[in-house]
T-cell receptor, first 112, second 115 residues
């Protein structure tokens, strides 16, 4: 039972354009969502998060949008840079449960 | 100054052996976790410890035994290794109750290969 899904295994974007990564979840109890970035042979690195009381959170080039009614969140990166090439994981949690449920990741490639 | 560190980074061993993976964090966090990333790249939680006490055990076989000597360390011992144990194991830590309570910080991973 995959409660968090990233349906696009890969995404290719031109440098300077916007990258949009998508994530869907099925468990309506989730109320805290995170995005992690992972380079090869390294651990996931925390990028940005959002709680269910918000529908948008922004940090520099990264913005996460949450649509609770659709159980969907997205990560926007603008402008995309070559260093953004990595695997991006979406994760969800029930606040305070201290247990993250991850999607299967989307490999983002930024082309020069 | 690494925040969450794991040793070893790579571990190759024979079926039936017993092995340990060590994890240490210097973030002052009081909750630590072990995750397994399988061949399909899913990251799934195995255990979490808070102040040396087990709080989550996700029906992991009892061949896996986490040990937390103090809140900065969480080691994973695996008995009688099987082929299916081959995976990348990640340690993580967090500080629940402070700001973004479920934000977890990960170590670099240990790639375990069982032959």
């Amino acid at each position: 039972d995959q409660q968090v899904k990233q349906n696009s295994p890969s995404l290719s974007v031109q440098e300077g354009r916007i990258s949009i990564l998508n994530c869907d979840y099925t468990n309506s109890m989730f109320d805290y969502f995170l995005w992690y970035k992972k380079y090869p042979a390294e651990g996931p690195t925390f990028l940005i998060s959002i709680s269910s009381i918000k529908d948008k959170n922004e940090d520099g080039r990264f913005t996460v949008f949450l649509n609770k009614s659709a159980k969907h969140l997205s990560l926007h990166i603008v402008p995309s840079q070559p260093g953004d090439s990595a695997v991006y994981f979406c994760a969800a949690s029930k606040w305070g449960a201290q247990k993250l449920v991850f999607g299967q990741g989307t490999r983002l490639t930024i082309n020069p | 100054d690494t925040a969450v560190s794991q040793t070893p980074k790579y571990l190759v061993t024979q079926m039936g052996n017993d092995k340990s993976i060590k994890c240490e964090q210097n973030l002052g966090h009081d909750t630590m976790y072990w995750y397994k990333q399988d061949s399909k790249k899913f990251l799934k939680i195995m255990f979490s410890y808070n102040n040396k006490e087990l709080i989550i055990n996700e029906t992991v076989p009892n061949r896996f035994s986490p040990k937390s000597p103090d809140k900065a360390h969480l080691n994973l011992h695996i008995n009688s290794l099987e082929l299916g144990d081959s995976a990348v194991y990640f340690c993580a830590s967090s500080l629940p109750g402070q700001g973004d309570m479920d934000t977890q910080y990960f170590g670099p991973g240990t790639r375990l290969t069982v032959l």
